[in-house]
C-alpha cells in the first residue's frame, strides 16, 4: 500500500513534514518480515530507479515495516507551503510508485 502523509506538530515544531511510504502490512509479523527484506534485497535497484535514496524501517517489534521518502519542512498550517507540498507529490509518488511496481509483483509471483 502506497501512502501519502502529511504530518505537522505545531506544539513542539518538529514535525512539520510529508511523505509517501509504502507500508509493508502482512497478515502475520512473520510474513510482513519476509516481504520487507525481500524488497530490502532489491534495495539498490529501487532506488536506482526511484531516483533518491529511500528511508527503510523493519521494525522488528511491530507486524508494520515502511519504506519512505519525506520532504521535511513544510506545513500543512502554512498556506505558501501548499504548492510545495502539490509539487512533491506530483513528482515523486508516480516515481514511488513505479520503483516498486516490478518488485511487489515478482513477490505476488513466489
Known amino acids: 500500500m502506497v501512502t501519502i502523509v502529511t504530518f505537522a506538530n505545531p506544539e513542539n515544531g518538529t514535525g512539520d513534514y510529508i511523505r509517501i511510504e509504502l507500508a509493508v502490512w502482512g497478515r502475520t509479523q512473520d510474513e510482513n518480515?519476509?516481504?520487507?527484506?525481500?524488497?530490502?534485497?532489491?534495495?539498490?535497484?529501487?532506488?536506482?530507479?526511484?531516483?533518491?535514496?529511500l528511508v527503510w524501517e523493519r521494525m522488528d517489534n511491530k507486524q508494520i515495516s515502511r519504506i519512505k521518502f519525506e520532504n521535511p519542512g513544510v506545513s500543512?498550517?502554512?498556506?505558501?507551503?501548499?504548492?510545495?507540498?502539490?509539487?512533491f507529490m506530483l513528482i515523486y509518488v508516480p516515481k514511488f510508485e513505479a520503483a516498486f511496481k516490478n518488485p511487489i509483483s515478482q513477490l505476488s509471483r513466489k
Open 76 to 87: 500543512i498550517f502554512n498556506e505558501a507551503d501548499w504548492n510545495k507540498k502539490i509539487e
Open 33 to 53: 518480515k519476509v516481504i520487507s527484506d525481500a524488497l530490502y534485497s532489491k534495495k539498490e535497484q529501487i532506488e536506482s530507479d526511484f531516483g533518491n535514496a
